[in-house]
T-cell receptor, first 113, second 114 residues
């Protein structure tokens, strides 16, 4: 079965700084990979997803993620963080036979002005 | 277009009480899901409904029951609440089924069981 690890529980960045949130997965074949964002008091919203093809995926809100098979990683990046990006970010991984993806524990992003 | 709505937003129960969490979607989606979210544990699937008239257990179904009332509505029932069921509950829906389907989430119900 697939598993996903988000090594950072909290990340603090200054507004305008770049951001990288880490995600590692365990799965033999090419997985389906997702990043979701959860703003305070809200449900999860899909930022981007990777199924196949170009390993650099563009998402909403200026986010991108890169699939690196050799490192079993799917890290989320943003070149310049805005205060409104403060939220909880979840990485998720799925396989073809599963019904839903497996979610990581989440990384809380704190943005300082 | 409200998307996925959940009621109530907050609820406090005493151990042994019962309650039903309501979920409705107005996107004409076929599949609906119930998750619970606990600190440091991400989301865990309780039950899902691939289509109207069908329901299946997820990862943590014990202590819960569900009803897919119609295509729009999917309710979650706690028959005898326990403190271990203190959590945030999310309902979601998707047009298709399977891991590739994009899920749309409601705002959640925060449940405290004393």
């Amino acid at each position: 079965a697939q598993s996903v690890t988000q090594p950072d529980i909290h990340i603090t960045v200054s507004e305008g700084a770049s951001l990288e949130l880490r995600c590692n997965y365990s799965y033999g074949a090419t997985p389906y990979l997702f990043w979701y964002v959860q703003s305070p008091g809200q449900g999860l919203q899909l930022l981007l997803k990777y199924f196949s093809g170009d390993t650099l995926v563009q998402g909403i809100k200026g986010f991108e993620a890169e699939f690196k098979r050799s490192q079993s990683s799917f890290n989320l990046r943003k070149p310049s963080v805005h205060w409104s990006d403060a939220a909880e970010y979840f990485c998720a991984v799925g396989e073809g036979g599963s019904y839903i993806p497996t979610f990581g524990r989440g990384t809380s992003l704190i943005v300082h002005p | 277009n409200a998307g996925v709505t959940q009621t109530p937003k907050f609820q406090v129960l005493k151990t042994g009480q019962s309650m039903t969490l309501q979920c409705a979607q107005d996107m004409n989606h076929n599949s609906m899901y119930w998750y619970r979210q606990d600190p440091g544990m991400g989301l865990r699937l309780i039950y899902y409904s691939a289509s109207e008239g069908t329901t299946d257990k997820g990862e943590v179904p014990n202590g819960y029951n569900v009803s897919r009332l119609n295509k729009r509505e999917f309710s979650l029932r706690l028959e005898s609440a326990a403190p271990s069921q203190t959590s945030v509950y999310f309902c979601a829906s998707s047009e298709g089924a399977g891991v590739v389907a994009t899920q749309y989430f409601g705002p959640g119900t925060r449940l405290l069981v004393l």
